[in-house]
C-alpha cells in the first residue's frame, strides 16, 4: 500500500485567498483525521470522520475551516479565506476502527501551508 | 478533563540510554500510545500500552502505570538517527488521541 497520500506537499498563498488539501487514506481504513501542527501548539486534531461521516470538528478553529469526505478514498480540508496565523503543517491521518485492541494512526507527510 | 506533561527536550550521548518520560490525566483512558517525529517528517507509530508494565521492542522499551498516570519510553544503545521529537498521546474514552507537546531528543556522538 501506498500509504496516506497528501497533496500538494508545500503551499504558498496570499492572505485572503482560498486553500484546498487533499488526502488519499489507506484503503480499508474506517478513520480519517485532520491535524494542524505548529511550534507553538503542537499536533492539535481539527476534525475527523468515521465512514465518511465528520464526528467531531470542534478542532476547527473557526468558520473559515471546512472538511468534506464525499467517498472513502478522498477527503479535503478548506481554509477560505486564509490568514497568517493559519500557517502550519497539516497533516491528514487514517486509522482501522478500534475494536478493543489497538489501533494506530498512519500520517500523512503532511502539506506545508504558509500564508503571507 | 486530559492534561500530557512531558519534557520538551532532552540530550542524550550516542551508545548511551535514555528514558522520556509523559505523565497524564484523564478522566477516560484506552491506551497510551508513543509516537516518533523526525524533524520535517510525519509522525510515525513506536509503540502502544493499555496494560501496567513494560512492552519491548527492540532497542525502545515502552512502560506504563495507570494508578500514577505515568508513561515513559526507554531507548538503548543510541543511535544519532534516533534524534528526533516523541510524542506521548493519550486516548480517551472516545477512542480519540490527545497528543502531547512532545520531547525533542538530542543525540550527542
Known amino acids: 500500500d501506498a500509504g496516506v497520500i497528501q497533496s500538494p506537499r508545500h503551499e504558498v498563498t496570499e492572505m485572503g485567498q482560498e486553500v484546498t488539501l487533499r488526502c488519499k487514506p489507506i484503503?480499508?481504513?474506517?478513520?480519517l483525521f485532520w491535524y494542524r501542527q505548529t511550534m507553538m501548539r503542537g499536533l492539535e486534531l481539527l476534525i475527523y470522520?468515521?465512514?465518511?461521516?465528520?464526528?467531531?470538528d470542534s478542532g476547527m478553529p473557526e468558520d473559515r475551516f471546512s472538511a468534506k469526505m464525499p467517498n472513502a478514498s478522498f477527503s479535503t480540508l478548506k481554509i477560505q479565506p486564509s490568514e497568517p496565523r493559519d500557517s502550519a503543517v497539516y497533516f491528514c491521518?487514517?486509522?482501522?476502527?478500534?475494536?478493543?485492541?489497538?489501533?494506530?494512526?498512519?500520517f500523512g507527510p503532511g502539506t506545508r501551508l504558509t500564508v503571507t | 478533563g486530559q492534561n500530557i506533561d512531558q519534557p520538551t527536550e532532552m540530550t542524550a550521548t550516542e551508545g548511551a540510554i535514555v528514558q522520556i518520560n509523559c505523565t497524564y490525566q484523564?478522566?477516560?483512558?484506552?491506551?497510551l500510545f508513543w509516537y516518533q517525529q523526525h524533524a520535517g517528517e510525519a509522525p510515525t507509530f513506536l509503540s502502544y500500552?493499555?496494560l501496567d508494565g513494560l512492552e519491548e521492542k527492540g532497542r525502545f522499551s515502552s512502560f506504563l502505570s495507570r494508578s500514577k498516570g505515568y508513561s515513559y519510553l526507554l531507548l538503548k544503545e543510541l543511535q544519532m538517527k534516533d534524534s528526533a521529537s516523541y510524542l506521548c498521546?493519550?486516548?480517551?474514552?472516545?477512542?480519540?488521541?490527545?497528543w502531547g507537546a512532545g520531547t525533542k531528543l538530542i543525540i550527542k556522538p
Open positions: 500500552n493499555v
Open positions: 498521546a493519550l486516548m480517551d474514552s472516545n477512542y480519540q488521541l490527545i
Open positions: 484503503s480499508g481504513h474506517d478513520y
Open positions: 470522520f468515521n465512514n465518511n461521516v465528520p464526528i467531531d
Open positions: 484523564t478522566s477516560g483512558f484506552n491506551g
Open positions: 491521518a487514517s486509522s482501522l476502527a478500534p475494536s478493543g485492541a489497538f489501533y494506530e494512526q498512519y
